[in-house]
């Protein structure tokens, strides 16, 4: 499914990406934004969201419910990710990973009772997550024009693309039982929870350290895209010719 509140995903972003960079308006054409104008007043339409809404249930969640009980919500939620992750193993010809997803999976909804427990990794089986936007990276799809749209973030082409095509690879979207509908809804809305009350914290300091939140946003979200699609290996693409 596509996730609510796309600007949580650049808390998660945030979280794993570590440093900022801002840049200004004039370099706009530069930084491959042409919309610059509209993206940044849906940012700040998706800022106040989170501010009035998603920051406070996530404070509130943090606060009444134990850690224990939300790394349990957290690992089932990512558990449910999976199948989209190997789907997006496969088509990247990634056959390591995907036996890792695969072992994560089978383990983790067995083992750990639906997802609970991350038996996987005190396994020693590593995590990572991949989606259809980074398998188009992979085979060399440009990321079009920057865009924010509302409720979801940054989400420019490829990726919004990606989006839509992994709610196909989700078997949770062909699942039909009593109470399905209402699966749904609670897993959209404990994913806008959790992502953001898991970065809490991280999100206020690059808000408060930023010179332009917007800019910080953008180089964010496409340095973490960019070593996403390369998984983490460095960047070589600028390299000089010897």
Same mark, same amino acid.
């Given at each position: 499914?596509?996730?609510?509140?796309?600007?949580?995903?650049?808390?998660?972003?945030?979280?794993?990406?570590?440093?900022?960079?801002?840049?200004?308006?004039?370099?706009?054409?530069?930084?491959?934004?042409?919309?610059?104008?509209?993206?940044?007043?849906?940012?700040?339409?998706?800022?106040?969201?989170?501010?009035?809404?998603?920051?406070?249930?996530?404070?509130?969640?943090?606060?009444?419910?134990?850690?224990?009980?939300?790394?349990?919500?957290?690992?089932?939620?990512?558990?449910?990710? %999976?199948?989209? +992750?190997? $789907?997006?193993?496969? *088509?990247?010809?990634?056959?390591? /990973?995907?036996?890792? !997803? #695969?072992?994560?999976?089978?383990?983790?909804?067995?083992?750990?009772?639906?997802?609970?427990?991350?038996?996987?990794?005190?396994?020693?089986?590593?995590?990572?997550?991949?989606?259809?936007?980074?398998?188009?990276?992979?085979?060399?799809?440009?990321?079009?024009?920057?865009?924010?749209?509302?409720?979801?973030?940054?989400?420019?082409?490829?990726?919004?693309?990606?989006?839509?095509?992994?709610?196909?690879?989700?078997?949770?979207?062909?699942?039909?039982?009593?109470?399905?509908?209402? %699966?749904?809804? +609670?897993? $959209?809305?404990?994913? *806008?929870?959790?992502?953001?009350? /898991?970065?809490?914290? !991280? #999100?206020?300091?690059?808000?408060?350290?930023?010179?332009?939140?917007?800019?910080?946003?953008?180089?964010?979200?496409?340095?973490?895209?960019?070593?996403?699609?390369?998984?983490?290996?460095?960047?070589?693409?600028?390299?000089?010719?010897?």
């Amino acid at each position: 499914m596509v996730r609510p509140f796309s600007f949580l995903s650049v808390i998660a972003i945030c979280a794993m990406a570590g440093a900022c960079t801002t840049t200004n308006n004039a370099e706009s054409l530069a930084q491959n934004d042409p919309y610059e104008p509209t993206n940044r007043a849906i940012f700040d339409m998706n800022l106040s969201l989170d501010k009035y809404f998603a920051k406070p249930i996530a404070e509130v969640y943090n606060t009444v419910v134990p850690e224990p009980a939300r790394d349990g919500v957290h690992n089932m939620l990512t558990n449910m990710d %999976l199948p989209v +992750t190997f $789907a997006n193993d496969v *088509l990247q010809g990634e056959p390591l /990973r995907a036996t890792q !997803t #695969l072992g994560r999976m089978t383990i983790n909804s067995t083992l750990g009772i639906g997802g609970l427990f991350d038996m996987a990794t005190h396994m020693g089986i590593p995590d990572h997550t991949e989606d259809f936007g980074q398998t188009l990276g992979v085979y060399g799809a440009g990321e079009g024009p920057f865009l924010v749209v509302p409720l979801i973030g940054p989400a420019p082409p490829r990726d919004l693309g990606g989006k839509v095509v992994d709610i196909f690879f989700d078997p949770f979207t062909y699942a039909r039982f009593d109470g399905y509908k209402t %699966l749904g809804y +609670t897993r $959209a809305a404990m994913d *806008l929870v959790d992502v953001r009350a /898991r970065n809490i914290d !991280t #999100l206020e300091q690059i808000e408060r350290t930023s010179v332009d939140f917007y800019a910080t946003q953008r180089s964010l979200y496409r340095q973490y895209r960019n070593s996403e699609i390369r998984n983490g290996k460095p960047d070589t693409s600028d390299l000089p010719e010897l």
